[in-house]
């Protein structure tokens, strides 16, 4: 078989020999794992999939069969089972993933049932921008910005609805080609929309107003609250007081509509930072690093210094673990999706396990609050509370 992906090493080998199986199964830790069962043709297609006791499925698939059942049996068809063991149910499911992929390349995608992340599209390409919700990524290096992951297409919605009325860029999906006899909308009758399909506005002014969606949506909407902010500062330095009075309502509208907003909730190419996992190293814990959204590790960072790095603080040791953690690289912009949808999987569980940490718009990670978060995960404790997301910082 030809694989297009690099297969990933699972790091256990043994063969399996029924009549010998109960040794083999004492040797096997009850942790868990992804695992992997061959024939003695190795061309055949593998059985692949995770579990959170080792020990426990093999007896179930390899035990001898039982009488009257329908279960699973694979003890005359397995030869050999590879497997490596994992800290957490995320860092099984993101080997799965790489391992399904390379070897089921055609119907990978199917087994693991992706929901693709909602994100919200500005579209720069189009002569008029306008935004909309979409789950597919367009060319990677095309002038458009993507921003999510959102929890559901439903959240995406209405957070770039309610995000809209305070501006008026346009919300039609036409292609436009202005003329000043078309009527226009119901959107620029509102004075919503600055009507470039009648030459309602310059192209001049639609740009300026374009650029301030984008930086509405790129800053969580700390640009808009600081625009509003400053107008209603200077109505009331100038004693205009009704007109102080009705921009302050605007500003406590804006506020419920920024709040909906997840913090992982990123302009993908600036969507960075790790996720701290228990790892099956004892005194460890496991670190993934995502750059534009794209996963890779983990890596083994060690609760104890090495001898060598002892003078080293535990932010020094961290930055060097993850330096030697390549960024990943997605191949298409499929591939991207498919991170998404793995990230978005676990980040929006009601249960998550782990901690993670986003890097600011500059591409800096909060050490102290990782450093904290590290000693949390490995202890088993709880994450910390978690204050209602802050807009990242602007520069």
């Given at each position: 078989?030809?694989?297009?992906?690099?297969?990933?090493?699972?790091?256990?080998?043994?063969?399996?020999?029924?009549?010998?199986?109960?040794?083999?199964?004492?040797?096997?830790?009850?942790?868990?794992?992804?695992?992997?069962?061959?024939?003695?043709?190795?061309?055949?297609?593998?059985?692949?999939?995770?579990?959170?006791?080792?020990?426990?499925?093999?007896?179930?698939?390899?035990?001898?069969?039982?009488?009257?059942?329908k279960?699973?049996?694979?003890?005359?068809?397995?030869?050999?089972?590879?497997?490596?063991?994992?800290?957490?149910?995320?860092?099984?499911?993101?080997?799965?993933?790489?391992?399904?992929?390379?070897?089921?390349?055609?119907?990978?995608?199917?087994?693991?049932?992706?929901?693709?992340?909602?994100?919200?599209?500005?579209?720069?390409?189009?002569?008029?921008?306008?935004?909309?919700?979409?789950?597919?990524?367009?060319?990677?290096?095309?002038?458009?910005?993507?921003?999510?992951?959102?929890?559901?297409?439903?959240?995406?919605?209405?957070?770039?609805?309610?995000?809209?009325?305070?501006?008026?860029?346009?919300?039609?999906?036409?292609?436009?080609?202005?003329?000043?006899?078309?009527?226009?909308?119901?959107?620029?009758?509102?004075?919503?929309?600055?009507?470039?399909?009648?030459?309602?506005?310059?192209?001049?002014?639609?740009?300026?107003?374009v650029?301030?969606?984008?930086?509405?949506?790129?800053?969580?909407?700390?640009?808009?609250?600081?625009?509003?902010?400053?107008?209603?500062?200077?109505a009331?330095?100038?004693?205009?007081?009704?007109?102080?009075?009705?921009?302050?309502?605007?500003?406590?509208?804006?506020?419920?509509?920024?709040?909906?907003?997840?913090?992982?909730?990123?302009?993908?190419?600036?969507?960075?930072?790790?996720?701290?996992?228990?790892?099956?190293?004892?005194?460890?814990?496991?670190?993934f690093?995502?750059?534009?959204?794209?996963?890779?590790g983990?890596?083994?960072?060690?609760?104890?210094?090495?001898?060598?790095?002892?003078?080293?603080s535990?932010e020094?040791?961290?930055?060097?673990?993850?330096?030697?953690?390549?960024?990943?690289?997605?191949?298409?912009?499929?591939?991207?999706?498919e991170?998404?949808a793995?990230?978005?999987?676990?980040?929006?569980?009601?249960?998550?396990?782990?901690?993670?940490?986003?890097?600011?718009?500059?591409?800096?990670?909060?050490?102290?609050?990782?450093?904290?978060?590290?000693?949390?995960?490995?202890?088993?404790?709880?994450?910390?509370?978690?204050?209602?997301?802050?807009?990242?910082?602007?520069?």
């Open positions: 078989m030809n694989f297009p992906y690099n297969l990933p090493v699972l790091t256990h080998r043994v063969e399996f020999v029924p009549a010998e199986d109960a040794t083999l199964f004492a040797s096997i830790p009850a942790v868990p794992a992804v695992f992997l069962l061959r024939g003695e043709d190795h061309t055949a297609e593998p059985y692949i999939s995770k579990t959170a006791s080792l020990r426990r499925r093999l007896q179930r698939l390899l035990n001898a069969p039982e009488e009257r059942t279960r699973l049996n694979l003890r005359y068809r397995t030869r050999t089972i590879e497997y490596t063991l994992t800290g957490s149910d995320f860092e099984s499911g993101f080997l799965l993933y790489q391992l399904l992929r390379a070897t089921f390349p055609q119907i990978y995608a199917q087994r693991l049932r992706f929901r693709f992340a909602p994100l919200v599209k500005l579209h720069l390409e189009n002569a008029y921008p306008r935004a909309s919700i979409t789950t597919r990524l367009g060319r990677r290096r095309g002038p458009s910005f993507y921003y999510g992951p959102f929890p559901t297409r439903v959240a995406a919605e209405k957070f770039l609805s309610d995000s809209l009325d305070f501006f008026q860029m346009r919300r039609c999906v036409e292609e436009l080609n202005p003329d000043p006899n078309f009527p226009g909308c119901i959107y620029s009758e509102m004075k919503m929309c600055l009507a470039p399909c009648f030459k309602g506005c310059t192209d001049e002014e639609y740009r300026a107003e650029a301030r969606v984008a930086n509405y949506l790129d800053t969580g909407g700390a640009s808009l609250v600081r625009e509003i902010g400053t107008l209603r500062d200077a009331s330095a100038n004693l205009e007081f009704e007109n102080a009075a009705a921009i302050h309502v605007r500003l406590e509208k804006l506020k419920p509509v920024t709040s909906q907003l997840p913090e992982i909730v990123r302009r993908l190419d600036r969507l960075a930072g790790v996720i701290v996992q228990t790892s099956p190293e004892p005194n460890c814990v496991a670190l690093r995502f750059d534009s959204g794209c996963l890779a983990p890596v083994t960072f060690s609760i104890q210094p090495p001898d060598h790095t002892k003078s080293q535990m020094s040791r961290i930055e060097a673990t993850l330096a030697a953690l390549s960024p990943a690289k997605a191949g298409s912009a499929f591939e991207t999706m991170h998404l793995l990230l978005k999987r676990w980040y929006y569980r009601s249960s998550r396990t782990g901690e993670i940490f986003l890097a600011d718009d500059k591409g800096v990670l909060p050490l102290r609050r990782l450093v904290r978060g590290i000693g949390r995960v490995y202890r088993g404790e709880k994450p910390e509370d978690t204050l209602p997301a802050s807009p990242p910082a602007v520069s």
